[in-house]
Nanobody, 123 residues
């Protein structure tokens, strides 16, 4: 069955970096576009980044553009989210999702999620 497992979260100080990992199994990974989402307490889940199946097309929400980088390694069935210059407002639980629709910009729908990994940015 489809499985997505995120890791790499943690507690960091403002300005520091983290790299998140999402390992996929149970489907043909390079057929699917993949997205990253985050959800802070009391807020809706936010679509923040996506990458096409071959890795050539990427999207970033304005809130993370210039600080986050999404990439994938299809040989390892893994999608990454490099997060630099982290801010307290980046604190959230981060999820990867398998996209079944994506307009190449801010509209996307995922049909499978991982359990998420917590990122906390605090001094």
């Amino acid at each position: 069955q489809v499985q997505l497992v995120e890791s790499g979260g943690g507690l960091v100080q403002p300005g520091e970096s983290l790299r998140l990992f999402c390992v996929a199994s149970g489907f043909t990974f390079d057929y699917f576009r993949m997205g990253w989402y985050r959800q802070a307490p009391g807020k809706e889940r936010e679509f923040i980044a996506a990458v096409s199946g071959g890795g050539g097309t990427k999207y970033y929400a304005d809130s993370v553009k210039g600080r986050y980088t999404v990439s994938r390694d299809n040989a390892k069935n893994t999608v990454y989210l490099q997060m630099d210059n982290l801010r307290p407002e980046d604190t959230a639980r981060y999820y990867c999702g398998r996209l079944i629709s994506w307009d190449g910009a801010s509209r996307a729908t995922a049909d499978a999620w991982g359990q998420g990994t917590q990122v906390t940015v605090s001094s």
